[in-house]
């Protein structure tokens, strides 16, 4: 059965995307068959594999992983609800499967407001496909609905990437407060896999503190890795290749493949 990993912070632009993103390329490329699940309607992590125009006919002819979640508008134009073997976009990076997402995500809280069992609609959808990979690597919105809380659901484990400023480390504890409260209502139980430091800026000595308060507040919960803020994250990002494929063995890729190795180890 797949390790499920969900990638998630209630704060955007802390670097969940880059992480859950090449996690599973580092995953895939190390020869696990790896499936990539991009949950935020904001897109990101798909465009960070496909093109703008390689996702928009995938959208149309396939469908998204809002159908996944079954709301009444994402249907084919037979009016039928669309298959998990086609919406799942195989090989898009080396040993590297992608579920696509998409904008309409948005309003699915309003769209399956009252609908029965809403928070495991991805559980049961990828049930089918749970033996088929080693990886399975959730990118979630920066929020806890209904997305996120279908990952939360599936997920065996869950990692919150952290930048280290000051309000986002205020943030941690309320998230983990809510995390916790959603788990315990829903009679699931992921492992934190831990906290990852996040695009780390130049070395001011306010950031460093707050790293530092943050090791002494979560202590082995925060991973030894550090990812610092380098400028191939983003480069390989608009040319739709891993940090690995762009970056060769240079430092941004080397950090991401000891982020990848040690949360393989510590879900293993
Ligand atoms: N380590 C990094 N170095 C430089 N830029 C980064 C790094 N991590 C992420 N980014 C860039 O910062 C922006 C936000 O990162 P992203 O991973 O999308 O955050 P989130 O998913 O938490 O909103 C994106 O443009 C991304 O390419
Ligand atoms: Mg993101």
Known sequence: MAKVVACLNLKGG??????????????????????????????NATFSCISVDEWEEHASKNGTVADLFGARTHTSAEGKQRDLSTIIRKNVWEGMDLIPSNVELFTIDLELAGATARETKLRKALAPVMGDYDMIVCDCPPNLTIPTQNALAVCTHYVVPISPDFLSALGVGLLLGQVNKF???????PTLAGMILSRIGRPALHRSRTANSLRQQFGPDVFDAEIHERVAVSEAVEKNLSIYAFDGNGSAAQEFAAMSQELIGRIS
């Open 14 to 43: 802390v670097g969940k995307t880059a992480i859950a993103v090449n996690f599973a390329a580092y995953c895939g490329r190390s020869g696990q068959k790896t499936l990539l699940v991009d949950l935020d309607p904001q897109t």
């Open 183 to 189: 788990c315990d209502d829903m009679t699931v139980s």
